[in-house]
């Protein structure tokens, strides 16, 4: 799976064809799985979780490595600060601050917020697909899809 949109979109085309090709999960068992049958959801999202777990532990990761890039971010604009307040009136670094500090972080918040709505996705949809029937699960994989995962 490359990203969130991949799966989601592979998840969404198994769901409107009402079938799905195990084997092309990996790691599983081979076969055909229909999704009409009773307890066919269920059985798909408990295939999916290992795929799910997976892109949740690369989405952490991810995020881990952007919350240190903001807090890089923010020492940096500290330092500019502290340095322009002990060099009074004649120190450039108050025109660094506010402008620097909101270019370079603008990048890292929206990536942040896309990966918690990814989170979201990835932890919500799995335990609502069992409850749903095949169509509206495809109707929400669309919504999740359409929502910015890509």
Avoid: C
């Avoid at 990835?122 to 509206?136: A, I």
């Amino acid at each position: 799976m490359a990203n969130v949109g991949d799966f989601f979109e592979s998840v969404h085309a198994s769901l409107d064809s009402g079938r799905v090709d195990l084997a092309q999960l990996g790691g599983g068992p081979t076969g055909t799985l229909n999704l009409d049958e009773p307890n066919g959801l269920q059985r798909y999202a408990g295939i999916l979780r290992p795929q799910i777990e997976l892109a949740l532990k690369r989405n952490r990761r991810e995020r881990n490595m952007l919350v240190v890039l903001l807090t890089a971010f923010l020492v940096v604009a500290l330092a500019l600060v502290i340095y322009d307040h002990l060099h009074g009136t004649n120190s450039t670094a108050k025109l660094l601050v506010v402008p620097g500090l909101g270019v370079a972080a603008v990048w890292p918040l929206r990536v942040l917020i896309a990966l918690n709505r990814q989170r979201f996705a990835l932890e919500v949809f799995p335990g609502m697909m069992p409850l749903l029937s095949r169509q509206q699960a495809a109707k929400l994989a669309q919504q999740f899809l359409s929502g910015g995962l890509r």
